[in-house]
């Protein structure tokens, strides 16, 4: 690990540094909070945009993209039992 001088401020800062201490000036152009992430966050939103455009041209059918169909109910064998309590027994009551 180097130190090197800040070229804003001459500084001793570390080369790992993100910016100096002192003013602020960013010192190495590899450390993630000197990265410009911009274009890698055009590139996502554009290709979500895309989808949805190519989403929203498609013919709308009225049925769901998907068909879920659930399996029939069947009562229990024992017909249903309330799995609350009853009032009067939980506050005391007769």
């Known amino acids: 690990m180097a130190i090197i001088k800040c070229a804003e401020c001459d500084y001793s800062v570390s080369e790992h540094a993100a910016a100096c201490m002192r003013c602020g000036y960013p010192i190495s152009s590899n450390h ?26 498609q013919p709308m059918t ?10 029939p109910q069947q009562p229990p064998a024992g017909g249903y039992q309330n799995p609350e309590p009853d009032a009067n027994a939980v506050w005391g009551k007769q």
């Not at 410009?36 to 590139?43: C, H, S």
């Not at 009225?62 to 399996?71: D, I, M, R």
Request: hydrophobic letters at 40%.
């Open 62 to 71: 009225g049925q769901p993209a998907v068909n879920f169909t659930a399996p």
């Open 32 to 57: 993630p909070a000197n990265i410009d992430y911009r274009p890698y966050i055009n590139a996502v939103v554009g290709a979500i945009s895309s989808a949805n455009q190519s989403l929203a041209n």
